[in-house]
């Protein structure tokens, strides 16, 4: 393709404008004068975050021939050594209020304009693999205070940049050549797209609108306005508008769309006195003419009037907790009356580190903080003050929440007292103290009692005639250990068994009946009788012990049993009250307003001091013990007694062996035991059955000896059935002895433990 060829004088005279125009550039400084606006979205999902940047300056060419500036990838760059003070960007961005599902406030976000340096760059290098030419711009615009509902806040920087390179392409495109750098240009460019370096919950992303104007060398300016100024007033308001047109010498005309709501008739040169006449929406727009040509600039605003807050009514006593003085899940909400209905009204708190404050055109919400007292005010979007202030006190919980939780309370205290009392009257029972004072000492006689009616039955491991003992498995020592004392073995059991056998042995031995055998089975007779008697005795005071210790147990069992539930509801009333007590600690109850002790409030309850439970032992099967077993390799026919002269070391008090201060375990220990004391009245019971019939053939005996006619084979088949029902006899009082002996294993020691409980459940309650 064929070049395009300059005629020879243009050329000539673009030669000689680019030799002068380098001396120029060195002695008098050219200027690129850039002027941008831009606006953007508000935050998604959330109101507010839309804003607007204005930038307007002049920019600082790179020294050299002005040709050389095509090659320049900072032709204008306003951090050339030469450029001097650069003039601020102005943002403006409405406060973000995001709230969640429910409609409560979970972050606040507002920016506070800062006065910084930008940066801004015009290359003019041809290099399409760079996107040159191209623009660059940033300022560090205000600082975004944000808010995180409960608590909690961040102060992060506000970075407005745009690149024509990247996120923000211009249009039209960019292009330059010689002749606009020799001659000068004005040109105007559009743009969309995202802005970089604006936090995401602070401000929209999105640029909306956006529009570049750069002018060099172009002779006559166009002209421009603009007008800075916020006009959102209360009614009858008035404030002063400023216009700025260039180049300066131009006229100009204030309009408004509706002279109803924005009146500016009183105007002299540039400025404008605006009067807020009727609340609605108008728009303000000056228009500057100069060498017959015009620009103008527009400026939207309002009039609005704060009509009522809550109907008018005052605010209630906001609370930080609800009825139950658990923290508020909910956010207050009140009417908004305004008009025109859809005016821009902002409202906020004095003190606004007490609760956070948004607002629709119909509505205001607030979510309390911390108590104390402020005043809710409000103000249209230019800060001026509409409507008279509303007090708000805030507190921890209202009067009548106070009022719920101390009657429950007091309720709870009632309940708790009548308990207590209910307890104390147990306790205090004549019968149980009478119980809880005798059970050591009739453990004792009953532990002394059992032993006495089980000591004969030891006298059997001496028997080599009848090994019962040895049948059954039963394995005694002459000499057992009661409540540290020893009882020596006597011989009642033995003496009645082996009767048949002394008389066996003296027919045996005299063929005399009437003048030997009869006199000397007699008198074996009467110590047969006189052994049972005292036998009867012994089982019969046996019983009576095990009797009244299974009686006075079952009181103890049935008290601690009532005892059980009332300590469990105490405990669980306490709690409640302590719980209420702590609720009415979270609404400030402690003191009343004077700052005295709230006379009002019942005292909390004593709460008793859990003792460390140790665990509790396996308590033994609640059925009748069981004769242990013959050991392995055992000789049930050895001729030799079963002595153990030195009794085995056992585990005593198995059953006492708990040691707990809760009742109901109390209950479950003393139900066991009490169990083992009606098992005991049954061996004992079984073991004077199994005496009387040993009566029934004492008293044949006695007859047949009264008979003057007894022949021998009477006296001996009478013998030999005793001593068959003998036989009989000592097996199952041998068996009795082993479960009574097992018994007074089980209950051995617990005189002491009795005392220590009962003690404990006195002084506890």
């Known amino acids: 393709m064929a070049q395009k060829q300059l005629s020879p004088v243009p050329a000539l005279q673009l030669i000689l404008l680019a030799c002068c125009n380098t001396l120029q550039a060195a002695e008098d400084q050219d200027w690129l004068y850039v002027s941008l606006h831009m606006s953007g979205s508000s935050v998604p999902g959330c109101s507010g975050g839309d804003w607007k940047l204005q930038w307007k300056d002049k920019v600082a060419i790179e020294q050299g021939p002005l ?65 040159s030419p191209f623009v660059t711009f940033g300022s560090e615009a205000g600082t975004c205070y944000l808010t995180m509902m409960p608590g909690g806040q961040q102060q992060l920087p506000v970075m407005v940049a745009l690149d024509s390179r990247m996120l923000t392409p211009l249009s039209p495109m960019l292009s330059f050549d010689e002749q606009a750098i020799l001659e000068g240009f004005s040109r105007r460019y559009q743009f969309t797209g995202i802005v970089a370096g604006a936090p995401a919950m602070c401000m929209g992303g999105e640029i909306l609108t956006g529009t570049l104007q750069m002018r060099f060398r172009a002779g006559p300016e166009d002209p421009e306005v603009s007008m800075e100024a916020c006009l959102h007033l209360a009614k009858d308001e008035i404030r002063a508008v400023i216009a700025e047109g260039t180049p300066p010498g131009g006229s100009y005309d204030f309009e408004s769309s509706d002279y109803q709501v924005l009146d500016p008739s009183v105007q002299l040169g540039n400025q404008t006195m605006v009067v807020g006449q009727h609340p609605g929406k108008a728009e303000l727009t000056v228009t500057y003419q100069r060498d017959g040509k015009t620009a103008q600039a527009s400026v939207a605003g309002s009039v609005v009037e704060l009509v009522s807050i809550n109907g008018g009514q005052a605010l209630p006593e906001l609370t930080l907790f609800d009825d139950d003085a658990e923290p508020r899940s909910d956010i207050y909400v009140f009417d908004l009356d305004v008009r025109p209905s859809d005016g821009y009204v902002q409202l906020y708190l004095e003190n606004n580190i007490l609760a956070s404050v948004a607002n629709t055109a119909t509505s205001v919400q607030i979510q309390p903080i911390q108590p104390g007292t402020t005043q809710l005010k409000a103000r249209t979007l230019c800060g001026t003050e509409l409507g008279q202030p509303q007090p708000i006190n805030i507190v921890k919980c209202n009067k009548q929440t106070r009022d719920k939780l101390k009657q429950q309370a007091k309720q709870l205290r009632i309940r708790i007292d009548n308990i207590s009392k209910r307890i104390t009257d147990l306790l205090s029972d004549s019968e149980f103290n009478r119980a809880a004072d005798e059970i050591k000492q009739t453990t004792i006689d009953m532990a002394t009692k059992t032993a006495e009616s089980i000591i004969s039955t030891l006298s059997l491991a001496q028997s080599q005639k009848i090994d019962v003992a040895a049948k059954t498995g039963v394995q005694l020592s002459r000499t057992i250990h009661i409540n540290n004392q020893a009882i020596e073995i006597t011989s009642q059991a033995w003496d009645i068994g082996n009767w048949g056998n002394d008389a066996q042995s003296a027919m045996a031995n005299s063929t005399d009946l009437q003048g030997y055998v009869k006199p000397g089975i007699g008198a074996l007779f009467l110590l047969a009788r006189s052994a049972k008697l005292s036998l009867a005795k012994t089982y019969f005071e046996a ?44 609404c400030g109850q402690e003191e009343s307003q004077s700052g005295e002790p709230d006379q009002d409030m019942p005292p909390p309850p004593k709460k008793r001091k859990p003792k460390k439970q140790p665990e509790e032992p396996e308590l033994p099967p609640e059925n009748e013990p069981t004769p242990p077993t013959a050991p392995e390799g055992d000789d049930s026919g050895s001729d030799d007694p079963i002595i153990d002269e030195q009794p085995t070391k056992r585990s005593f008090g198995l059953a006492c062996q708990a040691d707990s201060q809760d009742p109901a375990k109390l209950a479950r220990q003393w139900q066991h035991m009490h169990k083992l004391a009606i098992a005991q009245q049954a061996n004992i019971t079984e073991g004077q059955q ?29 013998i030999a059935s005793y001593q068959s029902q003998a036989d009989e006899f000592l097996l199952h009082h041998a068996q009795i002895g082993s479960a009574s002996l097992n018994y007074l294993e089980n209950t051995e020691s617990c005189d002491e433990k009795f005392r220590v409980d009962i003690d404990d459940l006195r002084t506890q309650y």
């Open 67 to 131: 040709l050389d500036l095509l090659d320049s990838y900072s032709a204008f760059d306003n951090s050339h050594e030469h450029q001097g003070a650069r003039v601020s960007a102005q943002l403006d961005a409405n406060p973000v209020t995001c709230r969640d599902d429910e409609g409560k406030v979970v972050l606040k976000a507002q920016i506070e304009p800062l006065s910084s340096e930008p940066s801004f760059t015009l290359s003019l290098a041809n290099n399409p693999a760079i996107a």
């Open 543 to 586: 019983y009576q012990v095990a009797e009244k210790f299974g009686r006075d147990l079952g009181l103890l069992q049935g008290v601690a049993n009532e005892l059980a539930p009332l300590i469990t509801l105490l405990d669980q009333l306490a709690d409640e009250h302590e719980k209420i007590m702590q609720k009415l600690k979270r």
């Open 690 to 718: 199994n005496l009387n019939k040993m009566q029934q053939q004492l008293d044949n005996i006695e007859q047949l000896l009264n008979q003057d006619d007894l022949s021998s084979e009477q006296l001996g088949s009478a």
